[in-house]
Every structure is written in C-alpha cells, then in structure tokens.
C-alpha cells in the first residue's frame, strides 16, 4: 500500500488557470507538509499542518492556499498560474511536527506552466 | 534566514571509488537528517544524527555530525551504481519551530 500518495502526478496548465494537487496519507502520521523542488533540484518547505492547524506558512506568494480536512489529507490549491510555478510539488507527512520527525515523501506532482 | 550549504553540487565517480558530501551551517543545529533521492523518485530517508560529534554507519555509508554541531558529512565507501542519487541533507536550528532547512542537494552519478 502506497504511504503518501498524491494526484495528479503529472499536471500541465497554460498561465492564470487555477489548479489543485491532492495529498494523502495512510500511516496514520500527525502532520503533513507541502514542499517546491525547482529545476536545480533545490527543496523548499512551503507550508507545514499538525492536526489540520497551520503549523508553518513560508514566504509563498498567497495565490498558493492550503487545506487541510482532516489529519489524512493536504491539498494544494494554487491560482492564477505563473511560469515561474512550474516545478515538482512534494507532499510529505511525520508524526510529530518538529525538526526531529522522519518525514515521508510522496511520489511528487510535476507541474508544467506554458 | 538561516541556510544549510551543501557541497559538492555534483560529482561524478568511477564504480568502486568513495565518494563525500559535505553539510554546513552558519548556527548551530539541533539535528541532521540525511535523505536520497533517486533520479525522477522522492526524497526517501536515510537517518539522523543528534548528538555532538555522533558517527553512524549503514553499511557502505558513513554519517557524521560535527562537534560543533554546525556540520554534517556522508561518507560512501567503493560507490556502486545502485548509489546514483541526490544525496540532501536537512538541519534543524535549535530553538525554531521545528522547520527542516534542506541543503542544495549533492548529485551522485556513478560510471560502470
């Protein structure tokens, strides 16, 4: 069974469309993050929940909204696409929100912009 | 903000030569994590490291944090293919909310 999952794995959108990309999580883990992974393979945190509270909102341009609705789930909703949005899009997920937790990756969305 | 500065960004061996990547923060960290990412895969994670100057073996692979707390390095002994890789480490400051700060990520490519 797959431990973090997320949909699409693939997404490919023309500039100012609004798209979403969903998360979850059967390990029964406390906490989720979103992470940015740009061309240069640099991983970036964007947001972090603990028991679906904002736990850690990054410098991120506020077309990119989270949602959590329950422990298990994280989506990703982001408007009005911008080129510069175009990377892989991790959903990872710990039990326990600190620096100490393992995290789990999911496989990844890639997201195209044109 | 703080930064966590991996090197190298690449490197390339021949199969069967050892291989480092080094891990350096300006402030002193609470813990490292290390974690590989296999080429079009996901982080996965390998270990951590707490304790001032802690060494930590898996096998072929040789992780150590510095005594001050403000470096980390993993060590690859006789690299074999199956090591191909982004090799990312991840720290956490002391005192902050619990934030990992990841590294730039060191590629590992391996010639047969």
């Known amino acids: 069974d797959t431990a973090v999952s997320q949909t699409p794995k693939y997404l490919v959108t023309q500039m100012g469309n609004d798209k979403s990309i969903k998360c979850e999580q059967n390990?029964?883990?406390?906490?989720m993050y979103w992470y940015k992974q740009d061309s240069k393979k640099f991983l970036k945190i964007m947001f972090s929940?603990?028991?679906?509270?904002?736990?850690i909102n990054e410098t991120v341009p506020n077309r990119f909204s989270p949602k959590s609705p329950d422990k298990a789930h994280l989506n990703l909703h982001i408007n009005s696409l911008e080129l510069g949005d175009s990377a892989v899009y991790f959903c990872?997920?710990?039990?326990?929100?600190?620096?100490?937790?393992?995290?789990?990756f999911g496989p990844g969305t890639r997201l195209t912009v044109t | 903000g703080q930064q966590v500065m991996q090197i190298p960004q690449y490197q390339h061996v021949q199969e069967g030569e050892d291989f480092t990547t080094y891990c350096n923060s300006s402030?002193?960290?609470?813990?490292i994590q290390w974690y590989k990412q296999r080429p079009g895969g996901h982080p996965v994670f390998l270990i951590q490291?707490?304790?001032?100057?802690e060494v930590k073996k898996q096998k072929r692979l040789t992780f150590q944090f510095g005594e001050a707390k403000k470096n980390s390095s993993l060590h690859i002994t006789a690299t074999q293919t199956t090591d191909v890789g982004t090799y990312f480490c991840?720290?956490?400051?002391?005192?902050?909310?619990?934030?990992?700060?990841f590294g730039q990520g060191t590629t590992l490519q391996v010639k047969p």
């Open positions: 990872a997920s710990s039990q326990g929100g600190g620096a100490y937790a393992e995290q789990y």
């Open positions: 390990l029964g883990h406390d906490t």
């Open positions: 929940y603990n028991n679906k509270e904002l736990i």
């Open positions: 402030t002193t960290l609470s813990n």
């Open positions: 490291l707490v304790k001032s100057g």
């Open positions: 991840a720290g956490g400051a002391a005192g902050n909310t619990g934030k990992l700060i």
